[in-house]
T-cell receptor
């Protein structure tokens, strides 16, 4: 039981490049989330998916798109990366009591 | 508009119990208390949650006062690997947003 997995672990992009961050969970959870965490700051919700087939904006959705591919997978896409998107990105899924389980994170640098 | 207040830091001796306090005087009836921790450079880790009864799992115990205005997370036998930032979060389970405050930086010393 791997929990929540994320790929890649590290990524460096040039301004304007695009990329997709992948997330998968094997806990049969309905809800999944994408957060970003900037140095010394708390988590900020980018997008979430309450169930398969639905997605909703969080606090900081600008510059991002998401796809809930199936119940297991929830991807985050940066269409045109900007230096302000340099951050650590965490994916999470929530269990039956709405507790959230997080992946190990993707460390993204945009130059 | 912080819903919880935690001390910024605390030290604990390895092998001893660590008691982490949290004040949440404005908690409403449908809000739960959740605890998470984040070890440096890792993803946040769920620890425990409760509504009004005390709870225990393999990681910790959660003691909630009768008026629900404060709670204490207890790590029964702290180890060096418990060094982390601990977050107390008050939340309506239906609210998808998870707001992490500043938390308490716990340092376990040998």
């Amino acid at each position: 039981n791997a929990g929540v997995t994320q790929t890649p672990k590290f990524q460096v992009l040039k301004t304007g490049q695009s990329m997709t961050l992948q997330c998968a969970q094997d806990m049969n959870h309905n809800s999944m989330y994408w957060y970003r965490q900037d140095p010394g700051m708390g988590l900020r919700l980018i997008y979430y998916s309450a169930s398969e087939g639905t997605t909703d904006k969080g606090e900081v959705p600008n510059g991002y798109n998401v796809s809930r591919l199936n119940k297991r997978e929830f991807s985050l896409r940066l269409e045109s990366a900007a230096p302000s998107q340099t951050s650590v990105y965490f994916c999470a899924s929530s269990g039956s009591h709405y507790e959230q389980y997080f992946g190990p994170g993707t460390r993204l640098t945009v130059t | 508009d912080a819903k919880t207040t935690q001390p910024p830091s605390m030290d604990c001796a390895e092998g001893r119990a660590a008691n982490l306090p949290c004040n949440h005087s404005t908690i409403s009836g449908n809000e739960y208390v959740y605890w998470y921790r984040q070890i440096h450079s890792q993803g946040p880790q769920y620890i425990i949650h409760g509504l009004k009864n005390n709870e225990t799992n393999e990681m910790a115990s959660l003691i909630i006062t009768e008026d629900r205005k404060s709670s204490t997370l207890i790590l029964p036998h702290a180890t060096l690997r418990d060094t982390a930032v601990y977050y107390c979060i008050v939340r309506d389970p239906q609210d998808y947003k998870l707001s992490f405050g500043a938390g308490t930086t716990v340092t376990v010393r040998a």
